[in-house]
């Protein structure tokens, strides 16, 4: 019996558990029980109302500024080592492009631990 | 066709058909699955094919984190948690073929040529039955589904480390019960 255990475990386990034959009818009943279709409006709706679609909305965001979001990381890189603020317009510009990559990377990683 | 344009089509369309071969390609497993766990055909093909079911109604969730035949395991397997967690009387393939009492092993000794394998894969059955639930579906998954440790702890929603841990003590059990019972 041992060399069943670390031999052939898996064989000796099938041989013991015969699979199911594929069955034609057992696709055709699952296909007769499913429930009805969703209309084209519904599905959109639930689209919209995904995470999915914030996470769209987001990354389409970032490309499309995406020039100011690199323009912010210089100006704040220039900051950091001048050690010197950015003028008021200019800091409001950042935080709008930073709270905005930051958006897309929280919604990412959130979706990635679901 | 290739399965993710398949769910593709499911997913935008709602393309039946294509939902049919996606069923035709997973029923086997599935239903072999549920096989092993209630020893019911007729019990494991309505899992089946709620689970089925499940996969139409939930497809839009499906991420793709992991491959679409784990995510399925894990619907069948969520399925069968609450299956035994509402108390539905458990079956297992010996009840269906009548377990063989330790007395009437014992007087079928003399006749082990031609029953030998039928009594092993019976004693076989009746250890796997005998584990504990968590144990006795790593083993199922792992050896008779063929997923990685991976992937179980994906289905089973626990860390790799246990679903080791099962699979070690599962082994353990198994070993225990027939090295003492099943014929050579």
Known sequence: MKEYFDKELSTLLRESYPQPEHDAAFTRRVLRALPARKSLLIRVLEFVASPWFLWLVIVALCIVFRSRIMESAAICVRSISSATLPDSDTLSKMIVSFTLFAFMLVTLWREAEE | MEEKLLIAKVLLLNDEKAFAQLVERYQRPVRGFFLTQTGDPALSDDLA?????????????????????????RIAYNLWYDEVRSRRPMLSLDDAEGPPLEAEISLQA??????CERERARWVRQAVARMDEPERTCIVLFYLQEQSTRAIARIMDMPEGTVRSHLSRGRAKLKAILENNVPR
């Open chain 2, 110 to 115: 003399g006749q082990r040529d031609e029953n």
């Open chain 2, 49 to 73: 094919q709620e689970t089925f079911i499940r996969v139409w109604e939930r497809l839009g969730s499906f991420r793709q984190l992991s491959g679409f035949s784990t995510w399925l395991y």
